[in-house]
């Protein structure tokens, strides 16, 4: 794999698009490992490869999405180790968006989340803007935070990456907590409009 990835870097950016695209669906290669590199060679161009890993990512993330359609959940237990199916179907359970969320920031490989979204037929709306959330936050803010401090930013990714997933936390929440209200308040001015 380490070959590979030197291959990756050396293509420099097309490379970078490569692995942002295909880790949604099939590599094994993360982005992450060619984003940093790039961004800290490149610092004024950071944020440019954090948007540009972001946005491929997820159109990776269309194709596993297909893939998950086509070939279904039986076929996905098949594909993916039962770990990951496992948890990604509990949660999807409880609450698709938290899911999916999650799943792109997380550790458990964003492949297996598109596919298995598509397999258990996730609303396509919900999965692009809940994909471009979670991969936004992965790879746009690596590049904001090294196009701001550098490779220190390095240090603190690896110092206060529990923090940032309590923050995260704390933001869904809140994201939450104002789309039930929303969602409540349509719902009673229904009522008053059929009254």
């Not at 194709?63 to 279904?72: A, E, F, R, S």
């Not at 298995?116 to 746009?140: E, P």
């Amino acid at each position: 794999m380490e070959s590979l990835v030197e291959i990756l870097l050396e293509w420099g950016f097309p490379g970078l698009l490569l692995a942002a695209f295909t880790e949604s669906f099939i590599s094994p290669v993360l982005p992450d490992l060619l984003l940093i590199p790039l961004a800290l060679a490149n610092p004024h161009y950071a944020i440019y490869y954090g948007l540009a890993a972001t946005v491929v990512s997820v159109l990776g993330g269309l194709v596993g999405y297909g893939i998950g359609l086509k070939i279904g959940l039986p076929a996905a237990r098949k594909c993916m180790p039962a770990k990951y199916l496992s948890k990604i179907h509990t949660t999807v359970e409880k609450n698709a968006l938290l899911a999916i969320f999650l799943a792109a920031l997380s550790p458990i490989p964003y492949k297996f989340v598109s596919i298995t979204a598509g397999a258990l037929r996730i609303n396509m709306s919900i999965f692009l803007i809940i994909s471009c959330l979670g991969r936004g936050k992965r790879f746009l803010l690596e590049g904001v935070l090294i196009y701001y401090f550098g490779p220190q930013a390095v240090e603190m990714f690896t110092q206060h990456k529990d923090d940032m997933l309590i923050i995260s936390l704390i933001l869904i929440a809140i994201v939450g907590v104002v789309t039930y209200i929303i969602k409540r308040s349509k719902k009673n001015d229904t009522v008053i409009d059929e009254l």
